[in-house]
């Protein structure tokens, strides 16, 4: 009975660490893995396996079982090689720590043919479940033969085996199961942070999204005593291009003037699509004559723009543009009042210009 509660405790161990590596690392997906992760995931991966041996089951004086195969499946399963050579390195390394005797080099000796074998069966075009079940079969096989080879009581093996087998099927394929959930939970959460963030059409941030990171910028530009700069875009006569191409045409020419705005903003700059054809692009700490010559240029790109329709023909798009100031507008709270004031400016002068907010009596237009 002892022995059935230690294979549990193990199992324990496993869905424990495995959901807090999942936590630590889950902005990592596995399908990209970089190096420095892969070396993350090994080590701790090894860890784990250590954590293992540290409860694992006393079967002779020197012979300990435990599941420390779960940790290199995973290891290789997700990961690939490197990973699993990693985790493997832990694993010998501390059984050895333990005690150097025919038990830690047979245990060394079983960990390495694992190893190899996880390995090549990776390589074989299956499901990730199958590679579960071959992987754990693979490890069972081997590890029974080396229990044979230290294990002379035959009640003793014959319960060894049993609970082996049960054991590390049930905590392997629970293991990928739990993985796979977590993954695909932070999967969906990270979805729908996003769809709450952005605009479904043209991937900018949207309005709520606007919000916050203009109240933020706002109150960073007040504590540094820095300069920040506003910028409002609407599309010259976009109800005509919707009335003659229809909606779905308009909604190919938003999507397009977005790439021209994500491309000349700058790494630091924020933009967002605020509603219908209406942009804008929150400037930190950006005077305003920097403001004015990225306005232009953003300006100029779209006249000088074919804009091409699903229908493969192509049209012209211009857009007026407003900018307000910080500290030109001595409050920065009014900054969007008086951006949306020079956008209008833009339009009464006869649209596809710049205008930037100075004062209510002064308005310089270009």
Same mark, same amino acid.
């Given at each position: 009975?002892?022995?059935?509660?230690?294979?549990?405790?193990?199992?324990?161990?496993?869905?424990?660490?495995?959901?807090?590596?999942?936590?630590?690392? #889950?902005?990592?997906?596995?399908?990209?893995?970089?190096?420095?992760?892969?070396?993350?995931?090994?080590?701790?991966?090894?860890?784990?396996?250590?954590?293992?041996?540290?409860?694992?089951?006393?079967?002779?004086?020197?012979?300990?079982?435990?599941?420390?195969?779960?940790?290199?499946? @995973?290891?290789?399963?997700?990961? /690939? !090689?490197?990973?699993?050579?990693?985790?493997?390195?832990?694993?010998?390394?501390?059984?050895?720590?333990? /005690?150097?005797?025919?038990?830690?080099?047979?245990?060394?000796?079983?960990?390495?043919?694992?190893?190899?074998?996880? +390995? @090549?069966? #990776?390589?074989?075009?299956?499901?990730?479940?199958?590679?579960?079940? !071959?992987?754990?079969?693979? $490890?069972?096989?081997?590890?029974?033969?080396?229990?044979?080879?230290?294990?002379?009581?035959?009640? +003793?093996?014959?319960?060894?085996? +049993?609970?082996?087998?049960?054991?590390?099927?049930?905590?392997?394929?629970?293991?990928?199961?739990?993985?796979?959930?977590?993954?695909?939970?932070?999967?969906?959460?990270?979805?729908?942070?996003?769809?709450?963030?952005?605009?479904?059409?043209?991937?900018?941030?949207?309005?709520?999204?606007?919000?916050?990171?203009?109240?933020?910028?706002?109150?960073?530009?007040?504590?540094?005593?820095?300069?920040?700069?506003?910028?409002?875009?609407?599309?010259?006569?976009? #109800?005509?291009?919707?009335?003659?191409?229809?909606?779905?045409?308009?909604?190919?020419?938003?999507?397009?003037?977005?790439?021209? @705005?994500?491309?000349?903003?700058?790494?630091?700059?924020?933009?967002?699509?605020?509603?219908?054809?209406?942009? $804008?692009? +929150?400037?930190?700490?950006?005077?305003? &004559?920097?403001? #004015?010559?990225?306005?232009?240029?953003?300006?100029?790109?779209?006249?000088?723009?074919?804009?091409?329709?699903?229908? &493969?023909?192509?049209?012209?798009?211009?857009?007026?543009?407003?900018?307000?100031?910080?500290?030109?507008?001595?409050?920065?709270?009014?900054?969007?009042?008086?951006?949306?004031?020079?956008?209008?400016?833009?339009?009464?002068?006869?649209?596809?210009?710049?205008?930037?907010?100075?004062?209510?009596?002064?308005?310089?237009?270009?």
């Amino acid at each position: 009975m002892q022995t059935f509660k230690d294979f549990l405790i193990n199992i324990s161990l496993l869905t424990s660490f495995l959901f807090l590596y999942t936590q630590l690392y #889950k902005r990592h997906p596995l399908e990209k893995i970089q190096l420095p992760m892969k070396i993350v995931m090994g080590a701790s991966a090894g860890i784990l396996g250590v954590i293992l041996m540290n409860f694992s089951i006393q079967v002779t004086e020197e012979t300990i079982i435990d599941l420390r195969n779960i940790p290199l499946i @995973l290891s290789v399963l997700y990961g /690939g !090689w490197l990973p699993g050579l990693i985790t493997t390195v832990f694993i010998v390394v501390f059984r050895f720590l333990i /005690g150097f005797n025919i038990s830690s080099i047979a245990a060394a000796i079983l960990i390495a043919t694992m190893y190899i074998g996880f +390995v @090549l069966i #990776k390589r074989k075009q299956m499901s990730l479940y199958n590679k579960t079940f !071959w992987f754990t079969l693979y $490890s069972c096989i081997t590890s029974t033969i080396v229990f044979i080879y230290l294990i002379q009581d035959l009640v +003793v093996l014959v319960r060894i085996v +049993v609970l082996f087998w049960t054991s590390s099927f049930f905590a392997a394929f629970a293991m990928v199961y739990l993985l796979n959930y977590l993954r695909q939970s932070y999967a969906l959460l990270k979805q729908y942070e996003e769809a709450s963030t952005t605009d479904f059409l043209t991937g900018l941030g949207n309005v709520r999204q606007f919000d916050e990171m203009y109240n933020q910028v706002l109150q960073q530009t007040i504590e540094k005593k820095e300069e920040l700069s506003f910028m409002m875009l609407d599309i010259d006569y976009f #109800k005509r291009v919707n009335d003659t191409y229809g909606h779905k045409e308009g909604d190919e020419i938003l999507k397009q003037i977005s790439a021209i @705005l994500k491309y000349q903003a700058r790494s630091f700059d924020f933009v967002s699509r605020n509603g219908g054809e209406e942009f $804008s692009i +929150v400037m930190p700490d950006t005077p305003v &004559e920097k403001a #004015k010559q990225l306005a232009e240029r953003i300006r100029i790109e779209v006249e000088q723009n074919q804009f091409i329709l699903t229908t &493969e023909q192509s049209i012209n798009i211009t857009i007026s543009i407003g900018i307000s100031h910080y500290p030109t507008v001595q409050d920065p709270i009014h900054l969007i009042h008086f951006a949306d004031q020079a956008l209008y400016k833009s339009k009464s002068a006869g649209r596809n210009c710049v205008t930037v907010y100075q004062s209510i009596e002064n308005n310089i237009n270009s």
